[in-house]
């Protein structure tokens, strides 16, 4: 089934899924970029390209990236921060494990 929401910016998203998994997948993708757009290494570049590339896919939307080992093993050192929260742990494992 096809969705279209119109989003608090005026655009229209369409997609697949429903209202609320769409709303977690994109803050999932836009804490992930949050987390990596500081830094200038080439994985962490890639990672949040990625992740704002499919936050920014308005027709068709899925929230799905796909990382390789590279980028997933210089997230999880992210995990050995000890100034990142809950929340921001709970993205870089799921991105780790997917």
Not at 15 to 27: D, S
Request: proline letters at 0%; hydrophobic letters at 35%; a positive charge.
């Amino acid at each position: 089934m096809r969705y279209a929401y119109r989003m608090n910016t005026g655009e229209l998203v369409r997609t697949n899924l429903l209202a609320k998994e769409m709303l977690k997948r994109m803050k999932r993708l836009d804490t992930l970029r949050v987390l990596t757009e500081q830094h200038e290494c080439e994985e962490g570049k890639s990672i949040c390209k990625k992740a704002l590339k499919a936050y920014n896919k308005l027709d068709g939307f899925t929230g799905i990236i796909r990382l390789t080992f590279l980028e997933k093993d210089w997230l999880a050192y992210m995990l050995e921060d000890k100034f990142i929260d809950d929340e921001d742990r709970e993205c870089i494992e799921f991105y780790v494990k997917s």
